[in-house]
């Protein structure tokens, strides 16, 4: 947090955007001390950027450039560029579909925040709901993480278990790990706001509690 200003968060995403609501809707409640100042997405049609204009919100389509599974470098400038015009400072990824690289990573260095629908370091990748039921695990959950240059890698600020069932299909195991991230996420964006964690290494430190 910078001075008496209010924290500011900026999210990226590429599809639903439920976890961004269920954030936005944690701040605006006063659950967590923070503003969402911008929202943007690397898909023209992502629901993410609906809502965040329902919410008054600034929200921008960026187009990604070149590659499937990152940004090219104009377009990672563009990112950097209106995170840093929104005063951002905390980045958030709530579903975005595309790994981010060098300048971002140094720009907002042990700021950026994912969040993961299993426990890692299980399933990293993709569908790790599918990759659970093939592994037959009774228990999976979903993981909030800072982001570094690994894939699902970086250090983790908390995460939260969800029974796997027989009966499960992958859609509904994947609505109840959508249900745990809803709450877990904001929670763990609450406490970044607040300054009680810190990266130490490999590890996330919880100072105690006020
Ligand atoms: C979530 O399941 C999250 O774990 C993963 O992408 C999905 C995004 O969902 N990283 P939504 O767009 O927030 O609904």
Redesign the pocket.
């Known amino acids: 947090m910078t001075g008496q200003q209010p924290f500011r968060i900026g999210v990226l ?10 954030i936005a809707d944690a701040c605006a409640a006063g659950k967590i001390p923070a503003a969402v100042a911008i929202v943007l997405s690397d898909v023209d049609s ?3 950027l609906e809502h965040a204009r329902a919410r008054q919100i600034e929200a921008r389509y960026i187009p990604p450039g070149r590659f499937r599974t990152k940004l090219d470098e104009d377009a990672e400038r563009a990112f950097l560029e209106a995170l840093r015009s929104a005063q951002v400072d905390l980045v958030v ?5 595309r790994v981010l690289k060098g300048e971002f990573l140094r720009a907002f260095e042990n700021h950026i925040v ?4 299993s426990l890692l370091p299980s399933f990293p990748g993709l569908e ?2 599918k990759q659970a039921l093939d592994h037959g695990v009774k228990v999976t959950g ?1 993981t909030v993480h800072f982001v570094d240059a690994g894939i699902d890698a970086g250090p983790i600020v908390g995460q939260q278990t969800v029974p796997v069932l027989d009966a499960d299909t992958p859609e509904t195991l ?1 609505a109840r ?2 249900v745990a ?1 809803h709450e877990l ?1 904001p929670r763990c964006v609450a406490a970044v706001a607040r300054g009680e964690v810190a990266v130490s290494g490999r590890r996330v430190v919880w100072k105690a509690e006020r």
């Open positions: 995403g590429s599809g639903k955007g439920s976890n961004f609501v269920a992502a629901c993410i990824l709530a579903g975005f579909m994912n969040i993961h629908p790790s709901w979903c994947h790990i959508q991230e996420y």
